[in-house]
């Protein structure tokens, strides 16, 4: 599939801080956009997703902004806590490929107390 | 815990060899993705089945099939395994006219 890129690939943040992790895609078909947590020796888990008839989703800390038109998409992690340590993973896709998940390459958080 | 099981959890094999993985998705979901992760590769789509039929297919190389059974659940087949091979492989599965997978714990592959 065509590219999702996925910055930064690390991040480090103090304990009640905010984070935020950018994807851009290149796919024009791409209409659903989830972002997964992966801890370690864990499968991926679905923590958000967004539609692209939607600007903007919000589950109590964790937010995510689409904006197509610029073809990127941002997790919003507030008030981070020890145990949002973990690898975040962006992804896309559309009904051409199956709705088959085409994966950035993955932050790997560190929230310090 | 997503519902969705992987067995088995750690495999050691030699070269050349083959091995099966198993997946059984959540209850009532119909499509079941299977995708390999690597430190280089990282996350890669592999091959979806919906309903026992393939649907799509990804980066699945030709040494790799898979398969949906009639209970709905999958085996991926991996034969004259390569050291390359190594790595994580993961089933998802999501139900028919939703986007949303959910992932199993994973088959840690270790071809020595």
């Known amino acids: 599939g065509e590219n999702v890129e996925q910055h930064p690939s690390t991040l480090s943040v103090q304990e009640g801080d905010s984070a935020v992790i950018k994807c851009t895609y290149s796919?024009?078909?791409?209409?659903?956009f989830p972002w997964y947590k992966q801890e370690l020796g864990k499968g991926p888990q679905l923590i958000i997703d967004i539609r692209s008839n939607v600007g903007e989703k919000k589950d109590q800390r964790i937010a995510v902004t689409l904006n197509k038109t610029a073809k990127h998409f941002s997790l919003h992690i507030t008030e981070t806590q020890p145990e949002d340590s973990a690898v975040y993973f962006c992804a896309d896709s559309n009904s051409n490929s199956g709705y088959a998940l085409n994966f950035g390459k993955g932050t790997s958080l560190l929230v310090t107390p | 815990d997503s519902g969705v099981t992987q067995t088995p959890k750690h495999l050691i094999t030699a070269t050349g060899q083959r091995v099966t993985l198993r997946c059984s998705p959540r209850?009532?979901?119909?499509?079941v993705y299977w995708y390999q992760q690597s430190l280089d590769q990282g996350l890669q789509f592999l091959i979806q089945?919906?309903?026992?039929?393939?649907?799509a297919k990804g980066n699945i190389l030709e040494r790799f099939s898979a398969q949906q059974f009639p209970d709905l659940h999958s085996e991926l087949n991996l034969s004259s395994l390569e050291l390359g091979d190594s790595a994580l492989y993961f089933c998802?599965?999501?139900?028919?006219?939703?986007?949303?997978?959910?992932f199993g714990p994973g088959t840690r592959l270790t071809v020595t």
């Open positions: 209850s009532g979901d119909l499509s």
């Open positions: 796919d024009s078909a791409s209409n659903y």
């Open positions: 089945y919906y309903n026992g039929e393939e649907r």
């Open positions: 998802a599965s999501s139900v028919q006219g939703t986007h949303e997978q959910y």
